[in-house]
């Protein structure tokens, strides 16, 4: 690509349309189910779950509203805190002020750049009292409901670390895998591991559907509630019209999922040149003194998505 100012530049992340994108778009403008009730919501969300393992996909408009509809689920209330890794995009921060909680910012790892599970522990340690299975903040007074690691630029976090700190604390975990669709921790798919985990498809991610996001559970009553929550609650009936909570108009068009299932067909292709791109990057630079070059942490498979 060529700037504005004739300099050659490398785009950071391009997306890359080379499979049946446009089959499947066809296919769905002839359908004319273009919205939310077309199939290729549900082929999508399935084909999702097959990659991923996770037993339920709900596929949304993005990956910040797929974030704040899990910390709702997740029971986050008015006033909790939330526990978020400073590194992050500013959705993570946004979808917890969306809740009326307040973002409690957590230095990050070195090993993994995601929240770094030793000085969490070590802080909550002094600073906070669990009672009756709630924790909370000594020096504010409020209630830490979620914790939301974020597996940074795909590296998988130490979730293994995290699981046992949420677990300590009475912390719900909720993963945000925005970046992180293909990276995999100990042989599991990065978001399956917390009480729910999200994914973006925005067009600079792995894979994109032009703008969409997932939220993935293993509870069926989870998934029953999200699918609920982002279809505006509405009770399923031919005619009536009654919604019992407060929902949302959240769920993922067709059009946009039939691009994803083309894009989802090409993730093996996709993850190997990223592969491929990174093991370039770490030879070249080894001539290069004072650069460490980031690598997967042990144990794990990234997706090496910006590479
Ligand atoms: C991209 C991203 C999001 C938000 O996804 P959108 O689909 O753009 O709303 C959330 N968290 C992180 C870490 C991201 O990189």
Wanted: proline share 3%; with cysteine; hydrophobic share 40%.
């Amino acid at each position: 690509i060529t700037n504005s100012i004739g300099m050659e530049k490398a785009a950071l992340h391009e997306p890359n349309f080379g499979g049946n994108e446009r089959k499947y778009l066809l296919e769905c403008l002839e359908s004319n189910f273009v919205s939310t009730v077309g199939k290729h919501v549900k082929l999508f969300e399935d084909e999702l779950a097959n990659f991923t393992g996770a037993k339920h996909v709900i596929a949304v408009v993005n990956g910040t509203e797929a974030l704040h509809v899990a910390l709702l689920l997740a029971g986050v209330q008015e006033g909790d805190e939330v526990l978020i890794p400073s590194l992050t995009f500013i959705a993570t921060a946004n979808a917890v002020d969306y809740c009326a909680a307040i973002p409690h910012f957590v230095d990050s790892d070195w090993n993994t750049l995601g929240l770094d599970p030793k000085a969490l522990r070590d802080w909550l340690k002094v600073s906070t009292d669990v009672r009756s299975g709630i924790c909370f903040n000594r020096n504010t007074g409020r209630r830490i409901s979620a914790m939301v690691p974020v597996h940074v630029f795909g590296h998988p976090c130490d979730l293994e670390g995290l699981i046992s700190v949420s677990n300590e604390f009475c912390i719900t975990m909720v993963e945000d895998g925005a970046e992180s669709l293909g990276s995999w921790f100990h042989g599991r798919h990065t978001g399956t591991y917390g009480f729910l985990g999200t994914l973006s498809f925005n067009g600079n991610k792995i894979i994109t559907t032009g703008g969409g996001g997932a939220i993935l559970t293993n509870d069926i009553g989870l998934a029953r509630h999200a699918r609920h929550l982002t279809t505006t609650a509405k009770i399923q009936h031919p005619w009536e019209y009654i919604h019992d909570e407060i929902g949302f108009n959240h769920r993922m068009p067709s059009i946009n999922a039939a691009l994803g299932c083309a894009q989802l067909e090409q993730l093996p292709n996709l993850l190997d040149s990223k592969r491929r791109l990174f093991k370039r990057y770490r030879d070249s630079f080894k001539k290069v003194g004072q650069v460490k070059v980031f690598e997967e942490p042990e144990g794990c498979s990234s997706n090496y998505w910006l590479q």
